[in-house]
C-alpha cells in the first residue's frame, strides 16, 4: 500500500511542478489571464497517469478489489489538487488574509478606519467589492457594466439561493 | 456505499450540531472532530458489512478524505465568501439591476471587517487597542509566511 501512496504523492508532486511552470511560463511570455483552462491541463493529465501506473502495478501483484483501490488513489490525488488550488485561492483572494498583509505593510499598527480605506494595498473595500463582482460577471453569474449591478442570470440565482438555503440551516447570520 | 453513509452522517451531525448551537465562529476545530467521527462510521460500516479486506481499508480512507475536503471548502465559501454574500443581496432585489454605490455603501457599513478583525483578534493574530489594531507575533509569522507561500506558488496578494 506504501507503494500505491508513493504514486499519488509523486504523481501530485508532478502536477504541481507542471503547473507551477507553466504559470512562470505565462509571466515570462505575458499571456492573458483567459488561459486560467490551460493550467488545469497537468491536473487532469495527473489523474491518466495515475491510472497508467496503477493498471502497471496491478499486473504486477495481485490485490482485492483493485477498482476500489484505484479509486481511492485517484480521491486521494484530487484531494492533494483540491487544497492546492483552495490553499493558491487563500493566499490570493483571502480576506482576512490580506488584513494581516496589510497591517505588516504598514509597521503593524493601524486604525480601523484607515484599515478599511488601505484595504488590499490601497484597493480599499469599495474596491474590493469591484472587483468580485467583475469575477461574477466574467463567471456568468449577474450582469455588470461597471455602474450598474444586476440582475442575477439564472446560475447565478441558482447560486444565491443555495448560499441562502445554506446559510439559514446552518444558522449564519453574520457571513462573508 | 460505506463512504456515502460516513458522509451522510458527518454532514447530519453537522448541520445538526449548527441548529443547535448557533455562532458565527467558523468552529474549523468542531467540525474537524465531526469529519473524524463520520470517517469512524465509514470504517465501520465498511468493515462490518461491506467486508472490506485489506488494501481496499486505505482505499476507503482516501475516498473519505476527498469527501471531507470537498465539504470543508464548501463549508468555508457558504461562511465566508464575499462573492457568495453578494449574490444573495443581488437576489434580494428581484430582477432588478442595483446602483454599484448602494452595495458599496450596504457592505462598507455593515460589520463585517470588524468581524473578521474579531475573529482574527480571538486567534492571537491582531490585538485591538480602542481603534487600533496591532499586529501580534503570531500575525506577523502568518503575514511573512503568506508573502514568502506566494512567490513560491506564484499567486499575487490581491486579497
Known amino acids: 500500500m506504501f507503494e500505491i501512496f508513493s504514486y499519488v504523492a509523486m504523481t501530485f508532486c508532478g502536477a504541481v511542478l507542471l503547473h507551477r511552470g507553466l504559470l512562470s511560463i505565462r509571466s515570462c511570455f505575458q499571456i492573458p489571464e483567459q488561459s486560467k483552462l490551460i493550467l488545469s491541463v497537468p491536473f487532469i493529465v495527473g489523474i491518466g497517469f495515475l491510472w497508467y501506473l496503477l493498471e502497471l502495478r496491478f499486473t504486477e501483484v495481485s490485490y482485492a478489489w483493485p477498482l476500489t483501490i484505484t479509486l481511492g488513489a485517484i480521491a486521494l490525488y484530487l484531494a492533494g489538487i483540491i487544497v492546492y488550488v483552495e490553499f493558491r485561492a487563500l493566499l490570493s483572494r483571502g480576506y482576512s488574509l490580506r488584513i494581516v498583509i496589510d497591517l505588516l505593510e504598514r509597521d503593524g499598527c493601524l486604525g480601523i478606519q484607515q484599515l478599511k480605506g488601505s484595504y488590499g494595498g490601497g484597493l480599499s473595500l469599495s474596491g474590493l467589492i469591484v472587483k468580485r463582482l467583475k469575477s461574477l460577471a466574467d463567471l456568468g453569474f449577474l450582469q455588470f457594466d461597471g455602474r450598474k449591478v444586476g440582475p442575477l442570470t439564472p446560475i447565478g440565482r441558482a447560486c444565491a439561493t443555495i448560499a441562502v438555503f445554506a446559510r439559514s440551516l446552518l444558522r449564519l447570520e453574520r457571513v462573508g | ?90 437576489r434580494q432585489g428581484g430582477h432588478q439591476s442595483l446602483e454599484l454605490q448602494s452595495i458599496i455603501d450596504e457592505y462598507s457599513t455593515s460589520s463585517r471587517f470588524e468581524d473578521r478583525i474579531r475573529l482574527m483578534h480571538e486567534s492571537g493574530f491582531v490585538k485591538v487597542s480602542g481603534e487600533f489594531v496591532i499586529l501580534t507575533k503570531k500575525g506577523r509569522l502568518l503575514a511573512q509566511s503568506a508573502k514568502g507561500m506566494s512567490r513560491l506558488l506564484g499567486t499575487v496578494l490581491e486579497g
Not at chain 2, 3 to 21: D, K
Not at chain 2, 39 to 52: D, H, M, N, Q, R
Open chain 2, 1 to 90: 456505499m460505506s463512504a456515502g453513509i460516513g458522509a451522510a452522517t458527518f454532514v447530519g451531525l453537522h448541520v445538526l450540531w449548527w441548529r443547535c448551537s448557533a455562532s458565527n465562529n467558523p468552529r474549523i476545530g468542531l467540525l474537524f472532530v465531526l469529519a473524524i467521527i463520520g470517517v469512524a462510521v465509514s470504517f465501520t460500516v465498511g468493515i462490518l458489512v461491506c467486508e472490506i479486506v485489506d488494501e481496499a481499508r486505505w482505499a476507503l480512507l482516501w475516498i473519505d478524505v476527498l469527501l471531507v475536503v470537498l465539504y470543508f471548502f464548501l463549508y468555508a465559501g457558504i461562511v465566508r465568501s464575499v462573492s457568495l454574500t453578494l449574490l444573495t443581496h443581488l
